[in-house]
């Protein structure tokens, strides 16, 4: 009964409909406080479990993996947002903010080496206008509000508000895929995903992953990528925790500096088609230092400026572009990688944090920080692992009716 509550839990969007859920289908009456109560409870007991395994893990207390190991793996990082209020205050809402989760995503893969690259061409979802477009548009509204730091949002753009191509006139032609087409991009095996999420920093995070990561025997695969969407602190528990894994940047996060660049220079629909498809196709083939020198010369021929620009000016928007590529350059040789069968994007991290949002994240949902939020996202991240571990867990935790206990040897007395 137990593992019904707690799953309902984690799958619903709140305590309450879970309960309402436990009551229609399961013919179970509870309320949603006592819902709540016990989900927090599991959700600590994952906690402390996680935290016992890190420590384990850095401090060299490491039991031996189990787990043959995969022949590929995958670990992709990134951040969510969810909303947290203060705990301990009473009834209602204080203290909210916007606080930040760290989502990891473990996959064990499979796929071929090459000697040559499998996939030459960029895929036609990144040569039809329309559906670029819309990419584009999405990932920056999952950012929300454009931060001082980044590229303007294209609705800001005037350009941007001009429909694109129609779909078809600038795609690459249909053609037959060949044999190594087809067995690129790497496929998931059997239980391929585990999850790691905390709402602690990501100095924290690392060795969480890392410990996951070993307990999967993911140290002894021969290859290996761990891929994220640029940001610096990536590359940071790269260097310090995943040094055998090949670093790639996401692909679809390359594309779209690329995309609203073309968009801030261009005075034509059509002209922003063309620098961004060339762009494009040059970094999907490895070419990124082409693709810097080009935004280089642009940038000399429009001319230095002392002093801070509006990030929609060209000059400024060509800086932030120039820098990201600069600063990953290193991380985005697409074509080596896909001849070793790597993966080239993060969109399984991207999707997961998605199914994470799914559960934490709504109008008017807060979260008490930090027990009730990080509770909750390890209910939530055993739920989205392929390995069953939140029923293995509740089945086989201290007082579980299904426990199997060892049996005690009592000596006799003198």
Same mark, same amino acid.
């Given at each position: ?170 795609? +690459?032609?249909? !053609?037959?895929?060949? @044999?190594? &087409?087809?067995?690129? #991009? %790497?496929?998931?095996?059997?239980? =391929? ?103 280089? +010369?642009?940038? !000399?021929?429009?001319? @230095?400026? &002392?002093?801070?620009? #509006? %990030?929609?000016?060209?000059?400024? =928007? ?97």
């Amino acid at each position: 009964m137990l593992n019904k509550i707690v799953q309902a839990a984690g799958q619903v969007k709140s305590h309450r409909l879970a309960a309402v859920v436990l009551g229609v289908v399961g013919e179970i009456a509870i309320s949603g406080r006592h819902v709540n109560r016990l989900t927090e409870g599991i959700g600590t007991e994952l906690e402390e479990k996680r935290d016992r395994e890190t420590e384990d893990y850095v401090h060299h207390r490491r039991e031996e993996p189990v787990a043959p190991a995969p022949p590929l793996v995958a670990i992709g990082l990134d951040g969510g947002r969810l909303m947290t209020r203060e705990s301990g205050q009473g009834p209602g809402v204080h203290g909210e903010q916007w606080k930040e989760e760290k989502v990891a995503c473990l996959l064990a893969l499979e796929a071929n080496t090459f000697t040559a690259d499998p996939h030459p061409e960029p895929p036609r979802c990144f040569l039809d206008a329309p559906q670029v477009d819309q990419l584009v548009r999405d990932i920056q509204s999952r950012h929300g509000p454009r931060q001082e730091n980044e590229l303007p949002q294209l609705a800001e753009l005037s350009l941007g508000k001009a429909p694109p191509p129609p779909a078809g006139g600038n795609a +690459a032609p249909l !053609e037959d895929t060949d @044999s190594d &087409e087809r067995a690129w #991009p %790497p496929k998931r095996t059997t239980n =391929a995903r585990t999850c790691v999420a905390t709402m602690q920093d990501c100095e924290a995070f690392g060795p969480m992953v890392a410990a996951e990561a070993w307990r999967r025997n993911f140290p002894a695969a021969p290859r290996g990528a761990l891929l994220g969407d640029g940001a610096p602190w990536i590359w940071k528990q790269q260097e310090k925790w995943f040094k055998n894994l090949t670093p790639v940047v996401d692909f679809v996060h390359a594309l779209t500096y690329l995309y609203v660049t073309a968009t801030v220079l261009a005075a034509s629909v059509s002209e922003r088609w063309q620098m961004y498809v060339a762009w494009m196709t040059l970094c999907w083939q490895g070419k990124v230092c082409q693709v810097i020198e080009d935004l280089e +010369a642009r940038r !000399e021929r429009l001319g @230095s400026f &002392e002093g801070k620009l #509006p %990030p929609t000016d060209p000059r400024e =928007a060509l800086r932030r572009t120039l820098t990201y590529l600069k600063n990953n350059a290193s991380r985005m040789n697409y074509s080596e990688y896909r001849k070793q069968g790597l993966p080239v994007s993060s969109s399984m991290v991207e999707s997961l944090i998605k199914e994470v949002n799914y559960r934490v994240k709504g109008t008017e949902k807060f979260w008490d920080n930090p027990e009730g939020a990080e509770a909750i996202l390890q209910v939530r991240a055993a739920q989205l692992s392929d390995d069953d571990r939140l029923s293995d867990y509740i089945a086989s935790r201290p007082g579980s009716a299904s426990r199997r206990r060892a049996t005690r040897e009592h000596g006799q007395a003198a």
